[in-house]
């Protein structure tokens, strides 16, 4: 699986919307761009997915720059709930040669949210 | 839907001795995964099962094992424990083995190794 790159940590104001980056240069045609977080004392869980277009669902949106090389998990107002470390990883989806049932987790972004 | 469920949440155990760890997926879900998660090594992948059988495996030694039963649910198993075993294990569960689909995790279990 291809690697990904994401700052250490970061911070917001609560109510603002916050953009966690993650680069992602060696990105394949086949790789979707999945997003987890984990709150702290709890097991990582799933905020969103895609694979070209942007997408949004109910926790966030993800957005997915043109070339693929980058994307952007977008919050759109943080609450002190959103305080987690997320984690963008990218899976292969080939239903041959593609990944296996495990997730390959970096280090994440920590993101600190400020009442 | 129930989800995810790890037990024991907590774990105090010695050096040498072994401990047993058990997960149940989420009902319908074929696939159970398990991770140990360190403050200096992250979240690593440890073993992966899939209809009872151990589809993939990360790079840990032979003294983690694991199994899966027929109704999905599943054991690791640490055996001659040591300091730095000392970790919160997660597992996790999909409908099946393929990249594409979203993993549920546990809470995990702590486990201490004194």
């Known amino acids: 699986d291809a690697k990904t790159t994401q700052p250490n940590s970061m911070e917001s104001n609560e109510e603002e919307p916050v953009h966690l980056p993650c680069n992602h240069s060696t990105i394949s045609g086949t790789d979707y761009i999945h997003w987890y977080r984990q709150l702290p004392s709890q097991g990582p869980e799933y905020v969103i997915h895609g694979l070209t277009s942007n997408v949004n669902n109910r926790m966030a949106s993800l957005a997915i720059a043109e070339d693929r090389k980058s994307s952007t998990l977008i919050l759109h107002r943080a609450t002190l709930r959103d305080a987690a470390v997320y984690y963008c990883?990218?899976?292969?989806?080939?239903?041959?040669?593609?990944?296996?049932?495990?997730?390959?987790f970096g280090k994440g972004t920590k993101l600190s949210v400020k009442p | 839907k129930a989800g995810v469920t790890q037990t024991p949440r907590y774990l105090i155990k010695t050096r040498g001795q072994q401990v047993t760890l058990s997960c149940s997926p989420i009902?319908?879900?074929?696939?159970v995964s398990w991770y140990q998660q360190t403050p200096g090594q992250g979240l690593q992948f440890l073993f992966e099962?899939?209809?009872?059988?151990?589809?993939n495996k990360g790079n840990f030694p032979g003294r983690f094992s694991g199994r899966q039963f027929s109704n999905s649910r599943s054991e690791m198993n640490v055996s001659t424990l040591e300091l730095g075993d000392s970790a919160l294990y997660l597992c996790?569960?999909?409908?099946?083995?393929?990249?594409?689909?979203?993993?549920?995790f546990g809470p995990g279990t702590r486990l201490l190794v004194l």
């Open positions: 009902s319908g879900h074929r696939s």
């Open positions: 990883i990218l899976r292969d989806v080939r239903p041959y040669g593609g990944s296996q049932g495990n997730l390959i």
């Open positions: 996790a569960s999909s409908l099946d083995s393929r990249g594409r689909e979203t993993q549920y």
């Open positions: 099962y899939f209809s009872e059988t151990q589809r």
